[in-house]
């Protein structure tokens, strides 16, 4: 129920106001005078006052002054029988909401008297956003300083027109030092070139840029993601940075990047090492050949020594390649063969190789191993057995990966073709039986053997997933 006092000095129209109001359920109080109405007003707290002008001891003017002191949100509505213009201008003035002259006609007044109460209701409300508002900029506020990254607000010209504290606290830029000032002017990121400012190409694609700079004057690296900011018509009004510190990160990508560089030359020089013990170990042999003329004893050695280079192969190609955990397949069985024919000492016109393995297979070192033995032996044993008689005849090798890391190795001879009855579980060469343990065991494949003109050796498998060792 809305608070209603009546300040008059004739009490006839105190009475008659006071009855009209509370039939039409306002809560009324009444003051005879100024003095009066201020004692009531500290007691009662009324929405709205109506107020003679004309009265003794303190005029309705100077009552204004007073109420508008203690509550800006109270209402004066003056009621007079004198006075012309020039009064009523002066109680506007003052901050009266509306003037009414006597004889009062109670609808006129009941009229100004909702409009008053309905001035105060929309400006509570007005005050309860406006709060609202307040509260929301307060917690973005604390939101926007309490982020640990610099943040910074840039207007459509690339001007910075507010940082957060940790943006201050970092660079030590004041507001003076800002001013409106361009950020690429603070930071020299763009070289002369407005285009290559993030702002700007953010705003053409509408998307977020990162980009790494270096801040000379605190001797520091950071990154920054620029974000654009559109209105709701989609015009670019502006971007904001987020710099974030990552010095610490770069200087240990250099610790690690040291780290790999070293790892990396001991890997190559345990690799080197490796093939220069087992070119050792293939010299010893070779002295026991020369000690002997047992062709029996030849063989064996020799068959030795190829096994032996076939492995050192595969580490002397890892340390010449960047990749020092698997090995480019097509390169290296072109490598092992020749060494194969070399050192059986094969005329080149008399056997012809033909390698077709694709050139994007690489195989880790733990699949290479079982491999390069497997082709060894079967290499070996063409030229023994398979050419024994024609002295001549063709060798292919194939590879090809038939997916989910899964190969076909394929080695074919033309030459005299094993009995059809064969049965490698029954062999007692060594050769084969290394096989089998390599081909069926260690790589977990299928071996399949065909005669056709020749023999035909087929092995399918997958490549080995590497074992961490302890």
């Given at each position: 129920m809305a608070k209603i006092l009546v300040i008059d000095d004739e009490a006839i129209i105190r009475d008659r106001l006071k009855d009209l109001l509370v039939l039409d359920d306002y809560d009324v109080f009444t003051a005879e005078?100024?003095?009066?109405?201020?004692?009531?007003?500290?007691?009662?707290?009324?929405d709205v006052i109506v107020s003679d002008i004309k009265m003794p001891k303190m005029d309705g003017i100077e009552v204004?002054?007073?109420?508008?002191?203690?509550?800006?949100?109270?209402?004066?509505?003056?009621?007079?029988g004198h006075g012309g213009v020039d009064t009523a201008i002066e109680a506007m003035k003052e901050g009266a909401f509306g003037y009414i002259q006597k004889p009062i006609e109670y609808d006129e007044l009941k009229i100004e008297i909702d409009k008053a109460l309905e001035k105060q209701g929309m400006q509570a409300k007005i005050d309860s956003y406006v709060r609202e508002l307040?509260?929301?900029?307060?917690?973005?506020?604390?939101?926007?300083n309490c982020v640990s990254d610099c943040l910074s607000i840039h207007d459509e010209d690339f001007n910075i027109i507010k940082t957060?504290?940790?943006?201050?606290?970092?660079?030590?830029?004041?507001?003076?030092?800002?001013?409106?000032?361009?950020?690429?002017?603070?930071?020299?990121?763009?070289?002369?070139?407005?285009?290559?400012?993030?702002?700007?190409?953010?705003?053409e694609s509408r998307e977020s840029r990162i980009k790494e700079i270096f801040y000379q004057d605190l001797n520091a690296y950071f990154e920054v993601t620029v974000s654009p900011i559109f209105n709701r018509e989609g015009s670019f009004k502006g971007s904001i940075h987020i710099f974030k510190n990552i010095t610490q990160r770069k200087l240990n990508q250099e610790k690690i990047k040291a780290s790999l560089e070293e790892k990396t030359l001991f890997l190559r020089e345990i690799h080197h090492r490796v093939k220069n013990n087992m070119g050792i170990i293939s010299s010893l042999i070779?002295?026991?050949?020369?000690?002997t003329a047992d062709k029996q004893v030849i063989d064996m050695y020799t068959e030795m020594i190829n096994r032996i280079r076939s492995m050192s192969l595969v580490h002397k190609l890892l340390y010449q390649n960047d990749n020092l955990s698997q090995i480019n397949f097509s390169n290296y069985t072109t490598d092992l063969v020749t060494d194969i024919l070399n050192s059986y000492s094969v005329d080149p016109d008399a056997v012809s190789v033909v390698i077709d393995i694709d050139d994007d297979i690489?195989?880790?070192m733990d699949t290479a191993m079982p491999c390069c033995l497997i082709i060894n032996e079967l290499i070996t044993n063409s030229l023994k057995h398979a050419f024994k008689e024609t002295k001549s005849g063709r060798l292919n090798i194939s590879m090809k990966d038939i997916g989910k890391k899964s190969y076909e190795l394929v080695v074919r001879d033309n030459g005299k073709g094993i009995s059809e009855d064969f049965n490698i579980d029954e062999s007692s060469s060594l050769g084969l039986r290394l096989i089998k343990t390599l081909g069926e065991y260690q790589l977990g494949g299928k071996i399949e053997i065909t005669v056709n003109e020749g023999t035909e050796f087929k092995l399918s498998f997958k490549e080995l997933e590497y074992k961490k060792r302890i």
């Open positions: 005078c100024g003095v009066e109405a201020l004692k009531v007003f500290d007691a009662e707290d009324p204004l002054r007073r109420v508008k002191m203690k509550k800006k949100t109270a209402e004066i509505i003056f009621i007079t307040q509260r929301s900029v307060d917690e973005w506020e604390i939101t926007f957060n504290k940790a943006f201050s606290d970092t660079f030590g830029l004041t507001e003076e030092d800002l001013n409106h000032k361009p950020c690429y002017a603070l930071f020299g990121c763009i070289e002369g070139d407005v285009s290559k400012c993030l702002s700007a190409a953010s705003r070779e002295l026991n050949i020369e000690s690489y195989i880790g």
